[in-house]
């Protein structure tokens, strides 16, 4: 920090405000009065260099991320779920500073997710972020306010709207697939897995002795297994099984998104979300005869209520239900005949 002169006689002062940032001004005409402005930029500049509060604000969100895995995530009862939507949030705001992360950046990111999966999924990943900043408040290692409280959620904005596709409209959609990311959907059609849990897949996991595949990480936080059909089995061993890894490794979640978009612009088929593939799995498993029961158990799903919003795709079954009520009142009853 330094008092200057221009060329025409002026004074002005080189400095650094509480943020960091460097200034150059012109402020006086003599020398006295830039001096004293310089002293007013310079105690400003170390008061705030030395306020907790600033400090704290200025803290990345990924310094901070140990901490609270530490003092809160480890102690959580089951835990793995919540450190894979907090990673997703880590590896968002990770290089943010604390100050950073407005209501606004936590509303975007929070959109794109009901974008992406679901409003209930978006739910937990903006529980989780303002999990984060009332511990940091507990802990007086941030005294600023908790971005979360000005999310707008969307609760009932957004009706279950499913959009699956039936067995001819998959077969259509496929060839326009790319062929490193063709397995990956097929097996989201065959096995009704979510996104996250489609590409988490690993060989470990995968037992083709037993005829098995095992699922650690879910959204209800509750592992679950699926069985290892036939079709399934020889969609993996294309794949060159492994002993453990990512069994596709190479598909990210842009490039699956992309993929179906593309492939279900040019199919002619409505646009089409990863978690589209999950829908057409339980619309599909219920009209080749599969039970609502089995399909609870084979999405995840902690409550049958959850599962039975599938039952309106299921074809004919409103009206083979009702015919368990033919015979009830006497033909001749009905016609009026004593």
């Known amino acids: 920090m330094k008092i200057y ?5 002026l004074y002005g002062i080189d400095y650094y ?5 460097r200034h150059r001004r012109i402020v006086a005409t003599n020398e006295s009065a830039a001096k004293e402005e310089l002293a007013k930029c310079t105690n400003s500049f170390y008061k705030a260099k030395n306020d907790p ?3 704290q604000e200025s803290q990345l969100f990924k310094d901070m991320a140990s901490l609270f895995i530490e003092h809160h995530v480890n102690f959580l009862p089951s835990k793995e779920t919540y450190v894979f939507m907090f990673n997703n949030i880590l590896a968002h705001f990770g290089s943010y500073t604390l100050k950073e992360i407005t209501p606004l950046e936590v509303q975007t990111f929070y959109n794109q997710i009901v974008l992406e999966n679901s409003v209930s999924y978006a739910d937990r990943h903006l529980g989780i972020i303002s999990k984060f900043f009332n511990c940091l408040n507990d802990w007086d290692k941030y005294s600023g306010p908790n971005p979360c409280r000005k999310v707008k959620k969307r609760h009932n904005e957004e009706p279950f709207e499913p959009h699956p596709i039936n067995e001819q409209e998959i077969q259509q959609l496929l060839p326009f697939i790319s062929e490193e990311v063709r397995p990956c959907v097929i097996l989201g059609f065959y096995t009704g897995l979510r996104r996250q849990e489609l590409l988490g897949l690993r060989w470990e996991h995968i037992d083709f002795t037993h005829k098995t595949i095992f699922i650690p990480k879910t959204k209800t936080e509750q592992p679950r297994t699926l069985g290892l059909t036939a079709d399934i ?4 061993q294309g794949l060159n099984p492994q002993r ?14 992309y993929q179906l978009n593309k492939a279900s612009e040019k199919s002619g088929i409505g646009h089409i979300r990863p978690h589209d593939m999950r829908h057409s799995f339980a619309v599909n498993f219920l009209n080749r005869g599969g039970t609502l029961e089995h399909l609870q158990r084979l999405l995840g799903h902690s409550k049958i209520t959850t599962t039975q919003r599938y039952l309106r795709f299921k074809t004919g079954e409103i009206a083979s239900k009702m ?7 006497p033909l001749d009853i009905v016609n009026g005949n004593k």
């Open 17 to 21: 405000d509480k943020t960091g940032k």
């Open 244 to 257: 453990d890894g990512l069994v596709f490794g190479n598909v990210t979640k842009e490039k699956l998104k």
């Open 323 to 329: 015919m368990v009520m033919d015979g009830m009142i």
């Open 233 to 236: 089995q020889q969609i993996l």
């Open 53 to 55: 509060r600033l400090m």
């Open 5 to 9: 002169q221009n060329k025409k006689g």
